[in-house]
Nanobody, 126 residues
Framework: HVQLVESGGGSVQAGGTLRLSCAAS?????????MAWFRQAPGKEREGVAA???????SCADSVKGRFTISRDDAENTLSLQMDTLRPEDTAMYYC????????????????????WGQGTQVTVS
């Protein structure tokens, strides 16, 4: 069974910074998984924020480009999302996800049909 657990959410003022982490079980976190962050605001559809493929290549949605950075630490089985210069419109529940898909299909706006999901962590920007 694959397990993903997010942490690091909270409330910050506009312009502030947060760092989200996603702890993955050993069976999840290997070089065969595309890893990604998604978010969902109240009344809106879930959207891709950032993704990182098995080679370490990253992509970000246009709305967060230049402000958010996705990274993975294979030694610690951890996926991270560094969020700088936060805006009120970044307010949402943020989810970590993993999927065994090709690197070509691993990018931020590739869709939400990932196999494994965490429970989410709330980010509120005021």
């Amino acid at each position: 069974h694959v397990q993903l657990v997010e942490s690091g959410g909270g409330s910050v003022q506009a312009g502030g910074t947060l760092r989200l982490s996603c702890a993955a079980s050993d069976s999840t976190y290997d070089r065969e998984y595309c890893m990604a962050w998604f978010r969902q605001a109240p009344g809106k559809e879930r959207e891709g924020v950032a993704a990182i493929d098995t080679t370490g290549t990253t992509s970000c949605a246009d709305s967060v480009k230049g402000r958010f950075t996705i990274s993975r630490d294979d030694a610690e089985n951890t996926l991270s999302l560094q969020m700088d210069t936060l805006r009120p419109e970044d307010t949402a529940m943020y989810y970590c996800a993993a999927d065994r898909r090709s690197d070509a299909a691993c990018y931020a706006e590739a869709g939400t049909d990932f196999d494994y999901w965490g429970q989410g962590t709330q980010v509120t920007v005021s």
